[in-house]
């Protein structure tokens, strides 16, 4: 089986990571609140969310502003603040981060932007974003199948043998083996499939997803620097075990394009579980050999994103891909 420096199959202990040193800044001086921009632009279209309170200018392609924020084509407050505009963590020159993201807005790369959403599928619809040429799941997957294959991580690593809902299934969504995740026979996680390259596998995804293969994954990490900070870059702000300034490995989670990757954990085919908080596991449609296929993880207190091979029959997390 193959392994990387990073991660390996459930079967083994997952690897321990590199250090991010992250630079506490200051708090910006109190400025003057601003009143209501008549805005006037050539365009005719305000182009900044303005929030007097915490004096940070978000610019935005949807000139709707959260509530409490001002529509404005100009920003009053200096990037000498600190969080004005031309100054952000991401160096896009926006100043948002995702903690300023809200239920129908998100911060990508400095910029806010307006969730997507996905078409119904079991029930519900998903928030979606856009990173790159991609448009992507911004939540885990929590559709249960009829066949029962799918499965909610029960906490305390406990087993979960006939699907039962709890409280992780709204919050770090279900778990599939490879074959349920694409859409094919069981016999195929014992046996080879060949998936073909060009071939957009819906398994459990909405109507127009699928799921993404090892080149739409690469994609991905390219999109957002590189699969070496990838999981930085990637990961949900809170839910990851010591991942965040102050932790005891100084590493911060960023969520800097809406993806918030959340760590759902790993299970086996019997139906026992682990790793919650720990790491998150997401399949690939490409395949290794007979009995293996691709994911990509992400570790708690590693920054990056490793491709590695795990036993089909093992249980992951699905982040579907817009056609």
């Not at 490879?178 to 819906?202: E, L, V």
């Not at 080149?215 to 930085?232: F, H, K, P, Q, Y």
């Amino acid at each position: 089986m193959k392994t990387s420096k990073i991660f390996i199959s459930l079967s083994a202990t997952f690897c321990v990571a590199l250090l991010f040193s992250c630079t506490s800044v200051d708090a910006p001086e109190p400025l003057p609140p601003i009143q209501q921009e008549n805005t006037s632009s050539s365009s005719g279209n305000a182009n900044y969310c303005v929030n007097p309170n915490s004096q940070i200018c978000l610019q935005v392609v949807n000139p709707e502003c959260p509530s409490g924020w001002i529509s404005s084509n100009w920003c009053p407050y200096s990037s000498s603040s600190g969080t004005g505009a031309g100054s952000s963590s991401s160096g896009s020159g926006s100043g948002c981060t995702a903690a300023n993201n809200t239920n129908t807005q998100y911060c990508s790369n400095g910029i806010m932007k307006t969730y997507g959403s996905t078409p119904e599928v079991g029930g519900r619809t998903y928030k979606t974003v856009v990173i790159g040429t991609q448009t992507w799941m911004a939540e885990n997957l929590n559709y249960k199948t009829p066949d029962g294959n799918s499965r909610c991580h029960p906490g305390n690593d406990n087993t979960n043998t006939n699907d039962a809902d709890n409280a992780n299934c709204n919050t770090y969504g279900r778990l599939y083996n490879w074959a349920t995740a694409i859409g094919i026979n069981s016999s195929f996680n014992s046996s080879p499939y060949n998936p073909s390259s060009s071939t957009k596998y819906r398994g459990v995804c909405p109507i127009g997803w699928h799921i993404p293969n090892n080149d739409e994954w690469n994609t991905l990490m390219n999109s957002v620097g590189g699969s070496s900070i990838a999981g930085r870059k990637l990961k949900v702000t809170s839910g990851w075990n010591d991942c965040g300034l102050g932790s005891s490995y100084s590493y911060q989670c960023e969520d800097a394009y809406g993806f918030s990757a959340l760590p759902g954990g790993g299970g086996y085919s019997v139906g026992s579980f682990i790793g919650v908080g720990d790491y998150g596991n997401w399949w690939s449609a490409s395949e290794d050999v007979s009995s293996l296929a691709y994911y990509s993880g992400m570790n708690y207190n590693y920054e990056d994103v490793g491709y590695v091979n795990s036993v089909k029959s093992d249980l992951f997390s699905v982040r579907c891909l817009q056609d």
